[in-house]
């Protein structure tokens, strides 16, 4: 099984990486990939519990909830940045994981692919 690292940096106000991040690890698991996504930098705001991505436009938060707890989707977040952007209250339903910065360089290792958006 090939593992594939989702690196999304970008604010999901005015982007839609974070969106099409989720969307095509969603659409993956027909496949023989295992999907990861690692929100840093501004990316981390898509995850505050108080976030409505659906307000602008992006995948609602309740579909991205079900198909992360459906497929067992690897969610990261780095914890500095999430510190940085000050996300006190993270989305339960998003089962992120937090991580050191210095992490993400052992994941982008591990994977055999990796794109950042």
């Known amino acids: ?4 690292l989702f690196v999304v940096y970008q604010a999901p106000v005015g982007s839609i990486w974070v969106n099409e991040a989720f969307r095509t690890t969603f659409g993956m698991y027909g496949e023989d990939i295992e999907p ?4 840093m930098d501004e990316a981390v705001t898509a995850i505050a519990k108080r976030n409505e991505p659906e307000r602008v436009g992006l995948l609602p938060v309740k579909i ?14 780095v914890k ?22 210095s992490d ?13 958006m």
């Open 1 to 4: 099984m090939k593992r594939v």
């Open 104 to 116: 993400v360089k052992n994941l982008i290792k591990e994977s055999d692919f990796v794109i950042f």
């Open 36 to 39: 990861a996504i690692v929100l």
């Open 64 to 77: 991205v909830h079900k198909y992360i707890k459906k497929y067992g989707t690897e969610v990261y977040a």
């Open 80 to 101: 500095e940045d999430l510190e940085k952007f000050k996300v006190t209250e993270v989305d339960e339903g998003c089962m992120a994981k937090q991580i050191p910065l």
